[in-house]
């Protein structure tokens, strides 16, 4: 059974600092890694998608890969009250011919203002 | 605008009946997903589908049916025989890199 771990959280940060998120996966052959946001009630929202080892930026979003560690981060500088929501990681399953992703549970981000 | 159209947004249904949901997309993707969402839960693979007339089961497909007639289509049936189908229902599809995209969802309540 293939696994992507993240803590639940809540994680609470104060507003404007920076939100640190993590994920595990046991997949050694995934390749494909995505970061969801979901507001409560509301479908998830792709907000990043890395595919090679090290740091992709997108705007205040920072998502890193590590594929030796198995292990996958999104960084959100400059933290709004606006960022609280449900973030979920997402790796996609490497057996031939799948499009399949296996979502974590996910972590409950609160930005206090 | 492309993007993935779920409906209804709200369903309620008695125990027994039959209910399908409705999913279409116009961003011309060839996968197409259902999931389901249960509060505190995380997504759980329903039944998906990589080209049109053919689908998979997913880690709970029991109770539930699915057709893919057209690429555009993936409609979701909940059987009586389903026996917890109160959730959120989520249909998704997918670029050939994997992204997945979804749509609003569906709330369907059973009593």
């Known amino acids: 059974q293939k696994e992507v771990e993240q803590n639940s959280g809540p994680l609470s940060v104060p507003e404007g600092a920076i939100a640190s998120l993590n994920c595990t996966y046991s997949d050694r052959g995934s390749q494909s890694f995505f970061w969801y946001r979901q507001y409560s009630g509301k479908s998830p929202e792709l907000i990043m998608s890395i595919y090679s080892n090290g740091d992709k930026e997108d705007g205040r979003f920072t998502a890193q890969l590590n594929k030796a560690s198995q292990y996958v981060s999104l960084l959100i500088r400059d933290s709004q009250p606006s960022d609280s929501a449900t973030y979920l990681c997402?790796?996609?399953?490497?057996?031939?011919?799948?499009?399949?992703?296996?979502f974590g549970k996910g972590t409950k981000l609160s930005v206090i203002p | 605008d492309g993007g993935i159209t779920q409906s209804p947004k709200y369903l309620f249904r008695k125990e027994g009946q039959n209910v399908t949901l409705s999913c279409e997309q116009n961003?011309?993707?060839?996968?197409m997903y259902w999931y389901r969402q249960d509060p505190g839960q995380g997504l759980r693979l329903i039944y998906y589908?990589?080209?049109?007339?053919?689908?998979q089961k997913g880690d709970i497909a029991e109770g539930y049916s699915v057709s893919r007639e057209k690429k555009e289509s993936f409609p979701l049936t909940v059987t009586s025989a389903q026996k917890n189908p109160t959730a959120f229902y989520l249909c998704?599809?997918?670029?050939?890199?994997?992204?997945?995209?979804f749509g609003p969802g569906t709330r369907l309540t059973v009593t």
């Open positions: 998704a599809s997918s670029t050939p890199t994997y992204e997945q995209y």
């Open positions: 589908s990589q080209i049109v007339n053919d689908f």
């Open positions: 961003l011309n993707h060839d996968a």
């Open positions: 997402a790796v996609n399953d490497s057996g031939a011919g799948s499009y399949q992703l296996t």
